[in-house]
Each structure stands twice: as structure tokens, then as C-alpha cells.
């Protein structure tokens, strides 16, 4: 499995764009990028996946270079309410992996007034 | 109800006890997680499973003991914890699993402390 590793934590403040870049030097060919987000006392919830360039949604969007060796999540105008953990995970894709999700440490973002 | 549900919300039990945590999914779901949180340590996977049957367990203790009576349940019982078993317990369910069933949606979780 490969391995993440993203900042600690970031602050920002509300209607500024975070970026958090999560680096994955040993990706394999058929993993995908994928983040969770989660809030206190509760479970993660997942935002967004990709597997090269660009993809955006309503919540994010996800730049990832030529290379995959790294990944950013950028949030958009955060508020107060986007402050959580946010979870850069490499998902395998083989069947016989099933569906192990490893969970890193995270970015614990802060959005300030 | 709608989504994963995860009852109770909040458990203190003693060393001796048993209980269980359940785990509920109305999404249609063939894949359910149990995994564990605890303070300051990343999520840990402890068992999945695919059409009601354990395909994955990893290295947890026989002191948390799972269940899955269906494809909509999934119990974890729990009997002569130990202080560091205190964490977040957290079930999630997905469509399936394999490629591209990377979306798992998770419950609220059950905090448990164990005294």
C-alpha cells in the first residue's frame, strides 16, 4: 500500500482557498486519490477521487501532475463549517484487496472568522 | 432512517462487562467495516465484511468478537476489554467491495470507555 504523507494542520480564514498537498511517492498504476473528511465525533465522509489531472465536484476539486507522486485538495472560499480532518488516501484497485482504506493522520484544518 | 446508523452513541463499560455495538445501513449495500479511532492514532481497519461473510480481520483481538446477520447489520461484541480498547467505534457500509468501490459511508460511531 502506498504511503501518504500530508501536513499536520493549516489554518486559514473564511472565504480563502485551502490547498492541502498530500505527497504518495510510491503509487501504483491502477491506485486512485482519494479524500475523506471528517468532523469531530463523527465518521469520515468522503469528498472527492481521482486518478490523474484535474476532477472537480461540488465540494472540491482535485489537481494530481503527471506523475502521481503527489496530490492537492483545494477547497474553495472555506467557512467555519470546513473545519475538520481532512484524509489523503491511495485506494488500491485490485479485487483482492478488497476495500482497505488506510487512514493516515490527516490535515487538521482550522478556518478562522 | 437513512444512511449508517450506529447505536448506542455512547457506552462506559466495565473490564467484565459484555456488550455489543450494532450497526445499521439502508443503503443497499453488500460490504460493512467496523473500524477503531483512538486518540491521537489514525483509523484502524479491524474487520470487513462482503455479503455477510468476514473476508478481512486484521490481528484484532478475539476479545471483539463480529457479526453480520445480514447485509443491512453488523454487531461487534465486546467482552473483557481492556482501559486502551477506549475509542471510536466506527462502522461503514459500501456498495461492494473491489475496484472502484472506494466511497465507504460511515456511521456516527459509538464511544466507548472502558473503566
Known amino acids: 500500500l502506498a504511503k501518504t504523507t500530508q501536513p499536520i494542520s493549516m489554518d486559514s480564514y473564511e472565504g480563502q482557498e485551502v490547498n492541502i498537498t498530500c505527497s504518495h511517492n510510491n503509487i501504483a498504476t491502477n491506485d486512485y486519490i482519494t479524500w475523506y473528511q471528517q468532523f469531530p465525533s463523527q465518521g469520515p465522509r468522503f469528498i472527492i477521487q481521482g486518478y490523474k489531472t484535474k476532477v472537480t465536484n461540488e465540494v472540491a476539486s482535485l489537481f494530481i501532475p503527471a506523475d502521481r507522486k503527489s496530490s492537492t485538495l483545494s477547497l474553495p472560499r472555506v467557512s467555519l463549517s470546513d473545519t475538520a480532518v481532512y484524509y489523503c488516501?491511495?485506494?488500491?484497485?485490485?479485487?483482492?484487496?478488497?476495500?482497505?482504506?488506510?487512514f493516515g493522520g490527516g490535515t487538521r484544518v482550522l478556518v478562522k472568522p | 432512517e437513512t444512511g449508517v446508523t450506529q447505536t448506542p452513541r455512547h457506552l462506559v463499560m466495565g473490564m467484565t462487562n459484555k456488550k455489543s455495538l450494532k450497526c445499521e445501513q439502508h443503503l443497499g449495500h453488500n460490504a460493512m467495516y467496523w473500524y477503531k479511532q483512538s486518540a491521537k492514532k489514525p483509523l484502524e481497519l479491524m474487520f470487513v465484511y462482503s455479503l455477510e461473510e468476514r473476508v478481512e480481520n486484521n490481528s484484532v483481538p478475539s476479545r471483539f468478537s463480529p457479526e453480520c446477520p445480514n447485509s443491512s447489520h453488523l454487531f461487534l461484541h465486546l467482552h473483557t476489554l481492556q482501559p486502551e480498547d477506549s475509542a471510536l467505534y466506527l462502522c461503514a457500509s459500501s456498495q461492494a467491495i473491489g475496484a472502484h468501490n472506494y466511497e465507504q459511508y460511515f456511521g456516527p460511531g459509538t464511544r466507548l470507555t472502558v473503566t
Open positions: 488516501l491511495v485506494v488500491p484497485q485490485a479485487q483482492a484487496a478488497g476495500n482497505k482504506l488506510t
